[in-house]
């Protein structure tokens, strides 16, 4: 069955530290990836999305993310991070072909501090 | 523009009954779908409607079902509550079918006691 996995459920960082969470997801075809954000208060919101191309996608706010096909991969970084992006990160697939289906991960809890 | 609205916030109800959600999506949006979300959880699908069809259906018992209407909003309902159903329940919507960016809604969160 497909799913997607997110090692880090917790993570605390100072402002300026760089960030990268893993996210892995089984599944052998075709894919969509995507980081979903939900910041304390605010609704489920778009980060970055890969649906083909150039593997190495830029997002808002200055995250990116690397899809590496070969490892099963979609980890998102931050050269430098806010406090502002204290948030739950959340990544997702589809699969391009076949039954409908969106899978999350389990998420996880950024905290920055100041 | 207005968001994805769904209503009502928040719902109380008690084991064995049944509650229906609504959703109304971005304007011009055609697809809508539902998740469940557990404290802790990332947001698990339950169903996904495009173009008033079914198009995709997670892995949930036949006590949920779901609608879309011509206007594209969407009602999800649950009979014979339990209460492992108590959760956020989330709406998106989404351009067009498959494989697209969701916009989410702020949730209803329901509880059954």
């Known amino acids: 069955a497909q799913s997607v996995s997110q090692h880090n459920h917790h993570v605390i960082l100072s402002e300026a530290a760089s960030l990268e969470l893993g996210c892995n997801y089984s599944?052998?075809?075709?894919?969509?990836l995507f980081w979903y954000v939900q910041y304390p208060g605010q609704h489920l919101q778009l980060l970055l999305k890969?649906?083909?191309?150039?593997?190495l996608v830029k997002g808002i706010k200055g995250f990116e993310a690397e899809f590496i096909k070969s490892k099963f991969s979609f980890n998102l970084r931050k050269p430098s991070v806010q406090w502002s992006d204290t948030a739950e990160y959340f990544c997702a697939v589809t699969r391009t072909s076949g039954t409908y289906k969106y899978i999350f991960g389990t998420g996880t809890r950024l905290k920055v501090l100041a | 523009d207005a968001g994805v609205t769904q209503s009502p916030t928040h719902l109380i109800k008690t084991r064995g009954q049944h509650v229906t959600l609504r959703c109304s999506p971005i304007s011009g949006h055609k697809s809508v779908s539902w998740y469940q979300q557990v404290l802790g959880q990332g947001p698990q699908f339950i169903f996904q409607?495009?173009?008033?069809?079914?198009?995709g259906r997670g892995n949930f018992p036949d006590r949920f079902s779901a609608r879309q209407f011509p206007n594209y909003s969407s009602e999800l309902n649950v009979n014979a509550l339990l209460l492992g159903d108590s959760a956020l329940y989330l709406c998106a919507s989404s351009p067009l079918g498959k494989f697209d960016t969701q916009y989410f809604g702020p949730g209803t969160r329901l509880t059954v006691l």
């Open positions: 890969y649906f083909s191309g150039d593997p």
């Open positions: 599944y052998g075809g075709t894919v969509n």
């Open positions: 409607y495009y173009e008033k069809e079914e198009r």
